[in-house]
């Protein structure tokens, strides 16, 4: 969860992502910034982001991510 | 339940609002300067007293000029022709004159568009103009569902607001006038302006031909308007205005609407006269000064014609032989015509 | 079915009464039979293809899914008897045929698509090709006649297919759906492309006839038919005018040519959006808005997420993200962060994604060098302000600009809105060179136009240019009071039933009276072509 965290703050650190449930319906993170977290996250966490993963759910706060990225790790088993 | 009144009641209150919004502007129109709800009332007061009656469409209503009938042959004419008239019109028309007057003589004008004239292609123009010289409510509501097709009426529509916006804008600028001063018993003149008629006739000599697609309801109502003055017992003349000398050059199938308009005559007892082929027509209607366009006569040329017009009745009446008068055909007046200016 | 006609408005009413009489349950049959209609009486013979992308996307969707039923349950069924490698190679080898029936189901539409498209297009670049090397070019003789709307039921329809492969929701089972979904009229002619997801939310839930819907729904259909038939028709006579006399007018006419051509373009494409959006909340469906005020954009980037925006959503959901995150694009990435520098590096795959999304863009707006080349300057002025990010907002603080003051803000507004009218204009003048040569035309000639006519040669009569600047103003400042409510709400707040009858009641006779006779050169909608 530290890393996670860790690449979130290195692309928008004024946001509070222990409260924030809206990062991609709010548009506080653009298009942009959403290729950056997908692929450093990738990269970090050495796994395939499918387009699939791509929904507004999995996105919207760190906690979601989190989710997110350990069922990928969980499905590539 | 609720939710579908309240829709219904909006629009019903809707059209009723668009309605008398509607009727507001083109109020203007119809009370105004309008020429066919003019010539309507102008016929409605003279009705009762008119014995003679034309009856066409453009080429007649800028070719007969009914003081000079008045004046040459002692009657009280009305001219009943407009623009694009089509064959029903004409029959609703004497219809509803010859009910109402005592008429003995009417001329029938039929060019080379009467009987191919097509509702497809040439839209309600006519009609408009024909709600406008129909008198009456109860008439025109009848006329209109009889001629008037549903694909037109968002355009029927559109012009009688756009006529009425025009008397608006009149209004405004203070030249609206309800008096329209330009017909006189139901002739309009038509003002010079085409000069398509410096052509070398050389060039454009049987260039084209007209339309001979024959549109079966002219047919239809031309046999009614037959049968109308026999049971009437008027005396129904077949004319085919003049038209211009280029005209007559560059199209090359005259013949086959004057041997129709022929043979409607002799099978009904008619007199037909085709005034394109009166031998003196290039000396007295030359293009230069009798035409307004191409297939209109000006007014000098409607006196003249119409006076021509007048003494072939005349010697008619007379019990002269008229047929000296005009070539036989158009391969025979060509004959005679030459093409240099 | 030409839209403007007493035909299409006894079909819209006779379509209303029928629907909400039926059982709810029926009401989508009768969209899909209205639709089927629809679409038979613009040509029944290109009925054909809807029905090849209907079919072909469902039998697709369904063995897809099919498939991926099947590794579900054997991963469930043999997880404790096989290994991580064991199991691995039975996904691949299933998500191998998964992405077969893909790859065909794509190449058919797309294929049928292009063709329609393109064809006369690559046939013209290869005979170039040819005639360079002094051979004799292929005849092209084939008369194609684009079936109506396929750029836009192609693209929902393999949205719809790329999702299910995606595993975002099941395929559905019922062919008389999936026909709805591609075939649904209101969207047929100019979209909006929706999403699988919402529009079937919508298509396939139980309508209700309220009040509410109706007459906002009526309300919006009529100020559709305002924005199209006064402004757009009455502007399109003038602004062909211009694109095809700019050479001999000065600089500052061509100049309002090329703005009333963004005038007009906006209230002819969202005009028919009202028509048919409005059509559809009289139904109780909602449709994916297309238009949100695009002319207040601050930015490029911004204005194309407000104009026309469900193309660009489903740019962004089908080819952005899929190309950003593609192995080499990432790796490109990667490498060019080592090379570049973080800040710089970082925005590569991005970079690489957006080019391709807007050369096709440009493609999809037309078959000529014009649109790709369009395409191209938008995503180069995209990829640009990507890029300068961070210098413009070193730049902006230096200089002391307060980005939230009203100056700063109007300003970009102005400029986006110069720079959007002026790249829009490129490809409609003709050629990409008569683009260019109208951009000369405004920049190189500085006569000042000295009277009335010299500055508007191409107005006839005054009513309607009076119509269409008074229309403008109106759209203007019902576009300032739709930021903060809807304007139906705006005029149900601020006046009573019968100022609004008799509102909607002029702007009918302001419909007719300006929109008849110039429906004669603005004809169907411009967007129809795609």
């Not at chain 3, 006649?145 to 396929?150: D, K, M, Q, V, Y």
Request: aromatic share 16%; hydrophobic share 40%; glycine share 6%.
């Amino acid at each position: 969860m530290e890393e996670l965290l860790e690449i979130l703050n290195d692309i928008n650190p004024d946001v509070d992502y222990s409260k924030e449930k809206n990062l991609i319906d709010g548009k506080v993170y653009d298009s942009f910034s959403i290729i950056t977290l997908v692929s450093n996250i990738s990269e970090e966490f050495d796994i395939e982001i499918g387009p699939e993963y791509l929904v507004p759910e999995n996105f919207n706060s760190a906690e979601a991510m989190w989710k997110m990225i350990q069922k990928i790790q969980e499905d590539e088993d | 339940m609720n939710n579908f009144k309240s829709a219904i009641r909006t629009c019903i209150i809707f059209l009723i609002v668009l309605t008398i919004l509607s009727a507001a502007i083109m109020s203007a129109f119809f009370i105004g300067e309008n020429y066919y709800y003019q010539d309507s009332r102008e016929r409605a007061e003279l009705s009762g007293t008119l014995d003679f009656f034309v009856c066409g469409a453009s080429h007649a209503m800028r070719g007969f000029r009914p003081d000079i009938l008045d004046q040459e042959l002692g009657v009280n004419s009305y001219n009943l022709s407009c623009s694009r008239q089509t064959m029903q019109g004409r029959y609703e028309l004497l219809n509803l004159e010859l009910n109402r007057n005592p008429a003995k003589t009417v001329v029938l004008e039929l060019s080379y568009d009467s009987m191919t004239r097509n509702r497809d292609e040439e839209g309600p123009e006519g009609d408009i103009y024909m709600l406008g010289k129909l008198g009456g409510f109860m008439p025109r509501i009848k006329y209109f569902f009889s001629a008037i097709r549903p694909k037109e009426y968002g355009r029927m529509y559109y012009n009688y607001i756009d006529n009425g916006v025009n008397c608006i804008k009149k209004i405004i600028h203070g030249t609206w006038t309800n008096k329209n001063t330009k017909l006189e018993k139901g002739y309009a003149a038509y003002k010079r302006d085409d000069d398509e008629l410096n052509q070398d006739l050389k060039k454009i000599y049987h260039t084209r031909s007209f339309e001979e697609t024959v549109y079966e309801p002219n047919v239809e109502y031309l046999n009614k308007i037959i049968a109308l003055c026999k049971e009437k017992n008027v005396q129904l003349i077949l004319v085919t205005t003049p038209l211009s000398k280029v005209t007559v050059c560059r199209y090359d199938n005259l013949d086959t609407f004057k041997e129709w308009y022929e043979n409607v005559a002799n099978e009904n007892g008619l007199q037909y006269y085709d005034f394109n082929l009166i031998r003196d027509k290039e000396e007295k209607l030359p293009d230069s000064s009798a035409f307004s366009d191409k297939f209109h006569l000006g007014n000098k040329g409607a006196g003249t014609f119409t006076k021509m017009f007048t003494d072939v009745l005349n010697k008619e009446a007379a019990g002269e032989d008229t047929s000296a008068l005009f070539y036989g055909s158009y391969s025979e007046l060509e004959s005679h015509m030459t093409l240099d200016k | 079915m030409d839209l403007l006609t007493l035909g299409f408005l006894l079909f819209c009413i006779v379509l209303v009464i029928v629907y909400y009489l039926v059982p709810k349950a029926m009401q989508w049959w009768i969209l899909l039979a209205a639709s089927l209609y629809f679409y038979a009486m613009s040509g029944i013979k290109n009925m054909i293809y809807v029905l090849i992308t209907a079919l072909s996307t469902y039998a697709a969707t369904r063995m897809i899914q099919s498939l991926t039923d099947r590794q579900k349950e054997w991963i469930k069924a043999n997880k404790k008897t096989t290994s991580k490698e064991e199991r691995a190679a039975y996904k691949a080898h299933i998500q191998a045929k998964r992405r077969a029936i893909l790859v065909a189901a794509l190449l058919l539409n797309f294929g049928i698509l292009c063709t329609f498209k393109y064809l006369h297009f690559l046939i013209a670049q290869v005979n170039t090709v040819i005639s360079s090397f002094g051979a004799s070019p292929i005849n092209d003789t084939l008369k194609l006649i684009i079936p109506l709307g396929i750029s836009f039921y192609t693209f929902q329809t393999m949205g719809y297919l790329v999702d299910v492969y995606w595993n975002k929701y099941p395929a559905e089972k019922n062919f008389g759906r999936v026909l709805l979904f591609v075939s649904f009229f209101p969207q047929m002619t100019q979209g909006p492309i929706s999403n699988y997801k919402d529009l079937t939310t919508e298509l396939f839930k139980e309508h209700t006839f309220t009040y509410h819907h109706f007459s906002w729904g009526a309300q919006r259909m009529f100020w559709g038919f305002f924005k199209k038939m006064v402004v757009a028709n009455v502007l399109s006579a003038y602004v062909q005018d211009v694109f095809a006399n700019y050479a001999s007018y000065s600089g500052i006419t061509t100049l309002i040519g090329a703005f009333m051509y963004s005038v007009q373009i906006y209230a002819d494409f969202s005009g028919y959006m009202d028509m048919m959006c409005g059509f559809c909340e009289v139904l109780d469906i909602r449709l994916t808005e297309n238009f949100e005020r695009p002319y207040f954009s601050k930015s490029i980037a911004e204005y194309w997420r407000r104009w026309h925006s469900s193309l660009g959503a489903w740019f962004k959901t089908y080819i952005y993200y899929p190309m950003a995150m593609v192995k080499w694009n990432q790796k490109l990435g990667r490498w060019a962060k080592q090379k570049l520098g973080k800040t710089f590096g970082q925005t590569v795959p991005a970079s690489v994604a957006l080019v391709v999304v807007w050369l096709t863009t440009g493609l999809w707006h037309g078959a000529s060098w014009a649109y790709i080349a369009w395409g191209g300057v938008n995503g180069i002025f995209i990829i640009v302000s990507l890029w300068m990010e961070t210098v413009y907002a070193s730049w902006k603080q230096k200089l002391g600009i307060n980005e939230a003051s009203w100056g700063w803000r109007a300003f970009q507004t102005i400029r986006t809105f110069i720079l959007v009218t002026f790249i829009k204009v490129l490809p409609e003048v003709g050629t990409l060179s008569d683009g260019f040569g109208l951009w000369k035309q405004i920049f190189t000639n500085h006569t000042i136009p000295r009277s009335f006519h010299a500055l508007l040669p191409f107005v006839d009569k005054k009513m309607p240019l009076l119509a269409v600047m008074i229309g403008t103003i109106l759209i203007f400042v019902t576009s300032l009071i739709q930021r903060r409510q809807p304007i139906r709400q705006w005029l149900e707040d601020h006046t009573n039933y019968a100022v609004r009858v008799l509102i909607f009641a002029v702007l009918f006779i302001v419909i007719v009276y300006f929109g008849y006779p110039a429906s004669g050169n603005g004809g169907g909608f411009m967007y129809e072509q795609f």
